[in-house]
Nanobody
């Protein structure tokens, strides 16, 4: 099992910044990749940013490229999402995700979500 706990959401004006954190515990060695997803009201959950491998390869949704940065700190088992130049359309519940190996199959773990609201 892998446990994920997000923090850092809140209300911010357009153009502002927020940093989300995701603390990871449990079977950390089984994790192959991690990412941040978001879900706005009435919309499907979408991948915002991902990070994988020892080299920390990253990928981003086109809508956040150049504004968001995903990172991780192995020493503290924490993943971050730095969000700059926020827009009202970034408003959503943001979820931390870990894709882990369990007996040869991938299992997805999710945090409880944290609300990000960007006012215009």
């Amino acid at each position: 099992q892998v446990q994920l706990v997000e923090s850092g959401g809140g209300l911010v004006q357009a153009g502002g910044s927020l940093r989300l954190s995701c603390e990871v515990s449990g079977r950390i060695f089984s994790i192959n990749a991690m990412g941040w997803y978001r879900q706005a009201p009435g919309k499907q959950r979408e991948l915002v940013a991902g990070i994988r491998g020892r080299g920390g390869r990253t990928n981003y949704a086109d809508s956040v490229k150049g504004r968001f940065t995903i990172s991780r700190v192995a020493a503290t088992n924490t993943m971050y999402l730095q969000m700059n130049s926020l827009k009202p359309e970034d408003t959503a519940v943001y979820y931390c995700n870990a894709a882990a190996d369990h007996l040869g199959e991938q299992v997805d773990y999710w945090g409880q979500g944290t609300q990000v609201t960007v006012s215009s």
